[in-house]
């Protein structure tokens, strides 16, 4: 089993950065990726950027590139995720998911949540102007 805890959210300005970290415990030898996600009040909940456990690979949601980079670090078990010129609509609970398994990973597609089976609780941005 593997558990994921997000911290790093809480109450922003617009244009300011906020760096989330998702630390990952339990079985994380069987991880393959790491992805963040978000959703805000009303919305689906939408693909931001995963990274590759083992190899570092990242990828990017056309509406994130530029302004999100997301990192990991296997040795600390954690995946970062930095938002950079903070805007209004960035807004949302977001989200740490993991894939345990490569063909899940690859069949689903990095950018589903079906991909992913361990997920975090959550942690709340909120972006004020």
């Known amino acids: 089993q593997v558990h994921l805890v997000e911290s790093g959210g809480g109450l922003a300005q617009t244009g300011e950065s906020l760096r989330l970290s998702c630390v990952a415990s339990g079985q994380t030898f069987t991880l393959y990726g790491v992805a963040w996600f978000r959703q805000s009040s009303g919305k689906d909940r939408e693909f931001i950027a995963a990274v590759n456990w083992g190899g570092g690979s990242t990828y990017y949601a056309d509406s994130a590139k530029g302004r999100f980079t997301i990192s990991g670090d296997n040795n600390r078990n954690t995946v970062d995720l930095q938002i950079h010129s903070l805007k209004s609509e960035d807004t949302a609970v977001y989200y740490c998911?993991?894939?345990?398994?490569?063909?899940?990973?690859?069949?689903?597609?990095?950018?589903?949540?079906?991909?992913?089976?361990?997920w975090g609780q959550g942690t709340q941005v909120t972006v004020s102007s």
């Open positions: 998911a993991a894939a345990g398994a490569a063909g899940q990973w690859y069949q689903e597609g990095y950018a589903s949540w079906a991909a992913y089976e361990h």
